[in-house]
């Protein structure tokens, strides 16, 4: 009986192990024949991707190589203007590839035989990436059109005196700029009225440009100029926005120009704030007082009607008294708020400056000791600027709290 056992038990096992072998030679077959088809698939696909069947990828695989091909020598660059624009033209200066440390080079300048100087642009791995001939040829393009226009004293009127061209390179873009009569105040509706007429004849000379050259003015400026000829504060509407209406121009050259016209025509508001610097506790005064930086404007709702107002002071004294739990700097701070609440002006937000306070404001409801207790070292501090969070309910120093800037 013993021997039967012992028989079946190494028939058995032997059973197994011829199992296990079939089972590997399976696992072996499968992972050949997958790694077979894998293989197939990708040389299939490179094959194809050489082919004309995908002229789409090869286009794009050719103008991402010729973007890293480095080709920027004087013939190269003569070539490639022959080929992109037609014309012959001679190099000026060849500064080579771009550096990135320096921003040295990226460019060079060639001169066309009817005299058109342009930068033809080279990038970083040597490669010419476009030029601005287009550009550089616009200028003389809108030159010529404003000289010869039958429109210009329609667009002038009695309140502009000279229209001229101005351009931005870093851009490649065209404005127009209207100089204002001396006589002739900004505020006066003759103005705004004149402004209108004159945007309403450029958008057509941009439909003439654009079916012509491809070209269009990007903005209509106007300024005053100073007694040296030099342009004074300078505003604009965007001219490829439309504008329906006298009002809706209005609206947008106010929002637009808000800080030049705020800053400009508001001179009453700003006395009387300054009048209150006196007023204002020790150690605590309107910041940016010689500058007019103590006032800014979040909404003009006309060019003398700003609606949302932002105040700055600032705190002085030592720098122990300009610690953020310095009770004797929050009684200034409050006297201040009291000051500024006299006022009567839609202030929205009063920023306090150089005050020192932990760099994390949530831990501000705990004075130096505590926080050098509960921390080791402390929690590190900063001097800055900060918002008086909630001003027009601040009623004690308990109140006085700051939020980000």
Same mark, same amino acid.
């Given at each position: 009986?013993?021997?039967?056992?012992?028989?079946?038990?190494?028939?058995?096992?032997?059973?197994?192990?011829?199992?296990?072998?079939?089972?590997?030679?399976?696992?072996?077959?499968?992972?050949?024949?997958? %790694?077979?088809?894998?293989?197939?698939?990708?040389?299939?696909?490179?094959?194809?991707?050489?082919?004309?069947?995908?002229?789409?990828?090869?286009?794009?695989?050719?103008?991402?190589?010729?973007?890293?091909?480095?080709?920027?020598?004087? %013939?190269?660059?003569?070539?490639?203007?022959?080929?992109?624009?037609?014309?012959?033209?001679?190099?000026?200066?060849?500064? %080579?590839?771009?550096?990135?440390?320096?921003?040295?080079?990226?460019?060079?300048? #060639?001169?066309?035989?009817?005299?058109?100087?342009?930068?033809?642009?080279?990038?970083?791995?040597?490669?010419?990436?476009?030029?601005?001939?287009?550009?550089?040829?616009?200028?003389?393009?809108?030159?010529?059109?404003?000289?010869?226009?039958?429109?210009?004293?329609?667009?002038?009127?009695?309140?502009?005196?000279?229209?001229?061209?101005?351009?931005?390179?870093?851009?490649?873009?065209?404005?127009?700029?209207?100089?204002?009569?001396?006589?002739?105040?900004?505020?006066?509706?003759?103005?705004?009225?004149?402004?209108?007429?004159?945007?309403?004849?450029?958008?057509?000379?941009?439909?003439?440009?654009?079916?012509?050259?491809?070209?269009?003015?990007?903005?209509?400026?106007?300024?005053?100029?100073?007694?040296?000829?030099?342009?004074?504060?300078?505003?604009? +509407?965007?001219?490829?926005?439309?504008?329906?209406?006298?009002?809706?121009?209005?609206?947008?050259?106010?929002?637009?120009?808000?800080?030049?016209?705020?800053?400009?025509?508001?001179?009453?508001?700003?006395?009387? #704030?300054?009048?209150?610097?006196?007023?204002?506790?020790?150690?605590?005064?309107?910041?940016?007082?010689?500058?007019?930086?103590?006032?800014?404007?979040?909404?003009?709702?006309?060019?003398?009607?700003?609606?949302?107002?932002?105040?700055?002071?600032? #705190?002085?004294?030592?720098?122990?008294?300009?610690?953020?739990?310095?009770?004797?700097?929050?009684?200034?701070?409050?006297?201040?708020?009291?000051?500024?609440?006299?006022?009567?002006?839609?202030?929205?937000?009063?920023?306090?400056?150089?005050?020192?306070?932990?760099?994390?404001?949530?831990?501000?409801?705990?004075?130096?000791?505590?926080?050098?207790?509960?921390?080791?070292?402390?929690?590190?501090?900063?001097? %800055?600027?900060?918002?008086?969070?909630?001003?027009?309910? +601040?009623?004690?120093?308990?109140?006085?709290?700051?939020?980000?800037?």
């Amino acid at each position: 009986m013993r021997s039967d056992s012992l028989f079946t038990c190494e028939i058995h096992s032997g059973g197994r192990g011829n199992r296990l072998k079939n089972r590997g030679k399976q696992l072996f077959i499968i992972i050949s024949v997958a %790694g077979f088809i894998i293989f197939v698939l990708v040389f299939g696909l490179i094959q194809l991707l050489n082919k004309p069947l995908f002229p789409f990828i090869s286009e794009v695989s050719d103008s991402v190589g010729s973007t890293f091909e480095s080709k920027h020598s004087d %013939g190269d660059i003569i070539n490639y203007i022959r080929e992109e624009h037609g014309i012959d033209v001679e190099v000026l200066e060849n500064a %080579g590839a771009e550096n990135l440390k320096t921003s040295d080079g990226g460019y060079a300048l #060639v001169k066309a035989e009817d005299g058109t100087e342009f930068k033809v642009n080279i990038n970083i791995f040597g490669a010419i990436s476009g030029d601005t001939y287009a550009y550089e040829k616009g200028k003389t393009v809108m030159q010529q059109f404003i000289k010869s226009n039958d429109d210009i004293p329609h667009v002038l009127g009695d309140v502009f005196t000279n229209i001229s061209l101005k351009t931005d390179d870093e851009t490649s873009s065209y404005y127009l700029r209207l100089r204002i009569d001396d006589n002739v105040n900004l505020l006066d509706d003759a103005f705004m009225e004149q402004l209108f007429e004159a945007y309403e004849i450029v958008m057509r000379w941009n439909d003439q440009l654009e079916i012509s050259d491809d070209l269009s003015f990007k903005q209509l400026q106007t300024s005053y100029f100073g007694e040296e000829g030099d342009a004074e504060e300078v505003f604009y +509407i965007n001219i490829m926005e439309k504008y329906a209406t006298l009002e809706q121009l209005e609206k947008t050259f106010v929002s637009t120009n808000e800080g030049e016209l705020f800053y400009t025509y508001n001179e009453d508001l700003f006395e009387y #704030v300054e009048s209150f610097n006196e007023k204002l506790p020790e150690y605590i005064d309107l910041e940016g007082f010689m500058g007019k930086e103590f006032l800014e404007c979040y909404s003009l709702e006309e060019a003398t009607h700003c609606s949302q107002l932002g105040l700055h002071i600032a #705190v002085n004294g030592d720098e122990e008294f300009r610690y953020y739990d310095n009770e004797k700097m929050r009684e200034k701070l409050l006297d201040a708020v009291d000051v500024i609440k006299s006022m009567d002006l839609p202030i929205e937000r009063v920023i306090v400056h150089r005050i020192t306070l932990p760099l994390d404001l949530d831990y501000q409801d705990l004075d130096r000791e505590q926080l050098k207790e509960k921390y080791v070292g402390g929690l590190k501090l900063q001097t %800055g600027s900060v918002e008086l969070e909630n001003f027009q309910q +601040i009623e004690k120093t308990d109140d006085i709290k700051f939020i980000e800037d």
